[in-house]
């Protein structure tokens, strides 16, 4: 059996020996850029024999200015690009940067980025243009790519103090549920938990988070990942509520401490709140207060002054296609 290779390889390989020449010998001097982008686990990186099986091939974005004419420029080279490469059919098309960007995330590129639109960009889709490979630009794809790299400071912030509050009301009913023999509502509740604290460490990270197919293992490659993922299998594995509350204890307080790492805001201190008379104890930390405290934007703040809602990827099968963002953007009139 022949090496595995990755579609981003195997895509570099058909632009270089079958999109190019044609391009130099029948364009000579056309500005373009050629990538590799969009859906797919080649995409992200993550591919492997498996992916093959299904919508993966090798396959090339080319990108034109706009005065040029790409409608044209596709039918002729669609005539003359192979329909395979290396025993694989072949995906190719021609569009433009602004027609891109309208497709996948429904902005207009002439526009500034406002904080209500980095807040209903779903995060998979900002990664899916961020990721992949460039295999050649002329026409401002890397320029482009740069302006989405990642949530401006202010948004950050607000994005932050909203995966905090995902944790904190959430963190005591592990043992209330647990406390009345519902382990397993109680085990859904820290497996949900774990997810929300694998989110808050993407965004201490500044990585968006991709699907949930690849989220574990984009997980693993963050920086804080191989210190926390033990961590956390230990909620996942607890087998009552008394050990999983203690092991998300322990995981909150080494995010806590990567948090304070961080030097975004003054160093929050912890407590261990015990609620009430109960039996469960809450480790807590102002985080929301000391962000919210750095936040500059007017905009960003007005938006802050509600209850923060969270990302927006949690909308998915609801708000599944690009154009229902219109209607996300009416939540922030």
């Given amino acids: 059996m022949s090496a595995f290779v990755s579609g981003q390889e195997l895509s570099r390989r058909f632009y270089l020996e079958a999109v190019k020449p044609i391009l130099d010998s029948d364009f000579p001097g056309l500005p373009h850029s050629a990538a ?41 080279l669609q005539a003359k690009v192979p329909s395979e490469f290396e025993g694989r059919q072949t995906e190719f098309s021609v569009q433009t940067l602004r027609g ?20 209903t960009f779903p995060e998979q889709r900002l990664r899916m243009i961020t990721a992949g490979a460039v295999y050649h630009d002329e026409v401002g794809l890397e320029d482009l ?46 497996a949900q938990l774990v997810d929300d604290l694998m989110h808050l460490c993407f965004l201490m990270e500044r990585e968006y988070a991709p699907y949930s197919k690849w989220f574990g293992t984009a997980f693993s490659r963050l920086p804080c990942g191989p210190s926390l993922t033990p961590l956390l299998q230990q909620v996942l594995h607890a087998q009552t509520w008394q050990t999983r ?14 948090h304070n790492d961080l030097q975004i805001t003054p160093p929050v201190p912890l407590t261990v709140e015990q609620m009430w008379d109960r039996p469960f104890k809450v480790t807590w930390g102002d985080f929301p207060k000391a962000l919210a405290a750095q936040i500059q934007d007017p905009q960003v703040k007005e938006i802050a002054d509600r209850w923060p809602v969270g990302f927006i990827d949690q909308l998915r099968e609801i708000l599944w296609f690009p154009g229902d963002r219109e209607r996300l953007l009416r939540l922030f009139d």
């Fill in 36 to 76: 590799l982008l969009g859906r797919g686990s080649e995409v992200l990186g993550y591919d492997d024999e498996v992916s093959t099986d299904h919508n993966w091939e090798p396959r090339v974005l080319l990108f034109l200015r706009p005065e040029d004419d790409a409608t044209g420029l596709e039918e002729s």
């Fill in 100 to 119: 891109f960007i309208q497709k996948h995330l429904v902005f207009d590129l002439d526009q500034d980025i406002a904080p209500r639109d980095w807040l």
């Fill in 145 to 190: 790519r740069s302006r989405f790299a990642y949530y401006p400071q202010d948004v950050w912030y607000y994005l932050l103090i909203a995966a905090w509050w995902r944790v904190h009301p959430e963190f005591n009913l592990v043992g209330r549920a647990g406390s009345t023999g519902d382990e397993l509502g109680s085990a859904v509740i820290g």
């Fill in 245 to 258: 509350e203690s092991a998300l204890q322990t995981a909150y307080e080494a995010i806590a401490t990567r």
